[in-house]
């Protein structure tokens, strides 16, 4: 079974520092990860996703995530917040296989920004 | 744009009331889901459909079920809501490939009284 740990339920950085979200995964075979974004009272949109491609992923906004597979992470970072970037942050995988195609979440990170 | 409307934003109903939830893409994807989402717990899959007729029961199935008669449109039902049941709901569509992303709409907040 596939699972997904989000390290850290609020992070709270400053405008202009680096943002760092770290998300570990469960799977048993290789799998499709992703990062989606929540900004209140919406739905999910996607940031960006590793399909097993480069192992750098560069998303929207200036997102960007690293898959190590010795790690079993997928940590999503930007260089440089900004108050936009206030949101909720979840990390999905998908094993990919037969029914399992659907996707397994984690908690999610509550990013704040500080001006 | 891949678009998944969900066909209300906010509800209210009250307890013991049977409740639908609408969802319809214009996608053309084969796989359909029902999230719910709660604060500190995350997204939770409650069903989800890959054809048309066909249903699956996610993790938390109990107190729902789900209804596909056409491919574009997934329904979710609250046979008999409770105050349990207040959340926000999310629904999702996905292509067949397996590395694909899922859609989401912009979520339905009930409120169960």
């Known amino acids: 079974a596939q699972s997904v740990t989000q390290l850290g339920s609020h992070v709270s950085v400053s405008e202009g520092a680096l943002v760092l979200l770290r998300c570990n995964y469960s799977s048993s075979v290789p799998p499709y990860l992703f990062w989606y974004v929540q900004y209140p009272n919406q739905g999910l949109q996607l940031l960006l996703k590793?399909?097993?491609?480069?192992?750098l992923v560069k998303g929207i906004n200036g997102f960007e995530a690293e898959f190590k597979k010795s790690e079993t992470s997928f940590h999503l970072t930007k260089p440089s917040a900004h108050m936009s970037d206030a949101a909720e942050y979840f990390c999905?995988?998908?094993?990919?296989?037969?029914?399992?195609?659907?996707?397994?979440f984690g908690k999610g990170t509550l990013l704040t920004v500080n001006p | 744009d891949v678009k998944v409307t969900q066909s209300s934003r906010y509800l209210v109903k009250r307890t013991g009331e049977k409740v639908f939830l609408e969802c319809v893409q214009d996608m053309d994807h084969e796989n359909m889901f029902w999230y719910r989402q709660d604060p500190g717990l995350g997204l939770r899959l409650i069903y989800f459909?890959?054809?048309?007729?066909?249903?699956e029961k996610g993790d938390i199935p109990e107190g729902y079920s789900v209804s596909r008669e056409k491919k574009e449109r997934f329904s979710l039902i609250l046979e008999s809501a409770s105050t349990n049941q207040t959340s926000m709901y999310l629904c999702a569509t996905q292509g067949a490939s397996t590395n694909t992303e899922a859609f989401f709409g912009q979520g339905t907040r009930l409120t169960v009284v």
């Open positions: 459909s890959y054809d048309v007729k066909m249903k």
């Open positions: 999905a995988v998908s094993d990919g296989g037969g029914s399992n195609y659907k996707l397994t």
């Open positions: 590793y399909t097993s491609a480069a192992t």
